[in-house]
């Protein structure tokens, strides 16, 4: 297998952006942060875990290579025993390296419910049942190196379509004036698994319900998000076997004091709003049936960006690679 990994340059500085960006906004907005600090707080109470943890037993196979895209890597244990119970009772190693794939791809984009929170490890996303789009990947990523199949990150700096905008980025003012300053989202990505000679994409990250709640298709193994979900921001896919060639623990460090210190009540709005519209998701598709509803929706859909007003900042320049 030729090793095609690749590291952008330009999302590690889109990534800095970023955050500089979120200073930004932070600063010049300081009163209306300072309102949504002290107004009525913001309650966001996890849902239930959709499925039941197997349990671990001596003697469960799982794969022991140190081979590149096999191994445990940050926040990806494959070896961890909940991920090694899940993966045999997935069907690891008993069925086909696409089937197994395949059936990993649906558990985790069909149960595991988005929420945004600091980055922890693959162990704790399983407990909880919920997790952002890159906690959902790693552990999509974890179940397939743990079968013994290859696996690893698609990253991009997405640029969202209208759908994605309203019901997340436009939930929260902060949320939405950071966009705003940037014209892109941080970070978002796939899956990828090797089978059969090539790299197979796997977009977990949306539920059904989510997809149906904004009237987009319910993406598949195999199918990419960008184009439907999401547009990348040229020259920033990455396609790594480990987070740490982006920004490692300190990443997941500024995280953590954003989401839990600073602004807790506008990831409350924005993890609220993902759950109302997977209550809307969900009555769409016991109405239509999910088949009838992916059928129509990939015959009317057509991902539109949304209209946002950038905000300048001529005394900031970044030198292009």
Partial sequence: MQDDEVVSKKLKLFIFKGIIALGFVLATNLGTFMKL??????????????????????????CQSDEKYLRPTLYCNCRAPEII????????????????AKDVFEFVKRNVILEFLPMDD???????????????????IALCRAAGIKARYKLYAPIITEAWYEHLVGADPLAGR???????FILHGEGEVYIDGKW???DVGPTPERQAAQGIPITKFGEDSIGT??????????KIECLSKLTGRFGS????????????????????????????GKKILEEMGEEEYDEQARKK????????????????VFESD
Wanted: with cysteine; aromatic share 14%.
């Fill in 301 to 316: 859909y057509k991902p539109r960006l949304p209209e946002v007003e950038l905000i300048e900042r001529p005394e900031i």
């Fill in 85 to 100: 119970a899940m993966a045999n009772k997935l069907g690891a190693f008993k069925k086909s390296d696409y089937e197994y």
């Fill in 253 to 280: 460090y500024l995280s953590n004091i954003f989401m839990k210190k600073l602004a807790p009540a506008s990831f409350a709005r924005i993890n609220n709003s993902i759950l109302q519209q997977i209550e809307k």
């Fill in 229 to 238: 979900w999401f547009y990348a921001v040229p020259n920033t896919i990455t």
């Fill in 37 to 62: 600090r002290k107004g009525e707080k913001e309650i966001y109470k996890r849902p239930p875990r959709r499925y039941e943890i197997p349990k671990y037993r001596m003697g469960m196979k799982y």
């Fill in 122 to 140: 693959v162990v704790d996303t399983l407990r909880r049942g919920t997790g952002t789009c890159i906690h959902k990947i790693s552990l999509f």
């Fill in 200 to 202: 197979v994409v796997a």
């Fill in 178 to 184: 950071w966009y705003n300053a940037m014209g892109y």
